[in-house]
């Protein structure tokens, strides 16, 4: 299934039904008067967050949404019944914005929510409507009411509880993969990663939600590389993962690099906690690691933990750190005991300090 988090549809909510003329003819009934019904209310438009979903890509073949208009009213006495609703069905995190993108007219956060987007348009009344001691045939009836029509887009945001952020090849994909059942595209060139990708990561009897992104390079908020749209799904991250290349030239102007991507998008990324790991340490000799580790932890002014997803070196300890922020997140008590193994020797350069 192809991954699509953003559509724009046109969604239109039902017509009302027209009321009917109609008068009694009855054998032997000599005043029978009128008895035209009222016609029916049109559909109304709702967007409903269901299970089971993660991407929008069915809204990449149908774009068009309309209520069902409402049925016209009919002789003796018969009002027209309501049209059918238009429900559209989006996974959850999904917002939905106006035309403009300006306005943000909902949110959908939790299985099940449901937020009514357009109303149907109201039935005309029957000539029985209008009957009275001064107009005992009138022959009066109204049309219903227009429903309502815009152009919508929906956006999906996804939900987790932490986010993967660092340079294309810093080893997230890798990362995700080895802490998760998650199968992401993985290789040794840039941008391997096209769309984001989520995985259920397990520690200490604790489970938490981790989101990948495509990498960032230098200028992502101005479009280079894959651009900065895909920052969107770890808006809602409790604590960011900065993954950073051990093998790369140098570490400090990598981790410069993607903090200014995230302040210059905004949204409070920038502010969010995080956590900085050293990855890939199983391709450098200790002296390399230590001078890597140092010079970064140096640069933003705490200890930085040492990780790699191949070798399996450091996974727990970063886990066990995501999972104390995010506890403290949700407001949960404490489990009783050390939830974070205590750091590594200072000549290591590990450790860590969510800021």
């Not at 003819?25 to 009222?38: D, I």
């Not at 068009?64 to 016209?72: Q, T, V």
């Not at 227009?146 to 990362?175: C, H, M, Y």
């Amino acid at each position: 299934m192809k991954f699509l988090d953003q559509a724009k549809v046109f969604v239109k909510s039902g017509d009302g039904g027209a009321g009917a003329v109609s008068f009694r003819r009855e054998k032997y009934v000599e005043y029978g008067g009128p008895n035209g019904g009222n016609g029916g209310r049109g559909g109304d438009v709702w967007v409903e967050a269901v299970d089971g979903l993660n991407t929008l890509i069915d809204y990449r073949y149908q774009q068009h949404f309309k209520a069902e208009r409402g049925h016209h009213g009919m002789g003796k006495d018969r009002d027209g019944a309501r049209g059918a609703d238009a429900v559209l069905r989006v996974p959850v995190g999904t917002q939905i914005y106006d035309e403009s993108k300006d306005l943000l007219l909902a949110d959908m956060t939790a299985v099940g929510q449901r937020v009514r987007l357009l109303q149907g348009g109201d039935g005309g009344f029957g000539n029985t409507h209008y009957k009275s001691s001064t107009n005992r045939a009138p022959r009066r009836a109204d049309p219903g009411w227009p429903g309502q029509e815009a152009w919508v887009w929906l956006r999906l945001k996804l939900i987790a509880d932490a986010g993967l952020v660092g340079l294309p090849n810093a080893g997230k994909s890798t990362f995700l993969a080895a802490v998760t059942r998650a199968r992401p595209k993985i290789g040794d060139y840039p941008f391997t990663t096209l769309h984001p990708h989520l995985g259920v990561a397990t520690v200490d009897e604790r489970e938490f939600v981790i989101a990948d992104i495509p990498g960032l390079i230098e200028g992502a908020h101005q479009g280079a590389g894959l651009g900065d749209r895909f920052l969107g799904h770890i808006e809602r991250c409790r604590v960011l993962l900065h993954l950073v290349d051990a093998t790369g030239e140098d570490a400090v102007a990598a981790y410069e690099t993607v903090r200014q991507e995230l302040a210059a998008y905004g949204h409070g990324l920038a502010d969010k906690p995080e956590i900085v790991a050293v990855n890939k340490v199983d391709a450098l000799d200790e002296a390399a690691l230590r001078a890597a580790s140092a010079a970064l932890s140096r640069h933003i002014g705490r200890p930085v933990l040492t990780v790699s997803g191949v070798a399996g070196t450091g996974r727990d300890g970063v886990l066990r750190a995501l999972a104390e922020v995010i506890v403290r997140a949700r407001g949960a008590v404490r489990d009783p005991g050390p939830a974070v193994p205590e750091p590594p020797p200072a000549e290591d350069g590990a450790g860590w300090s969510p800021v």
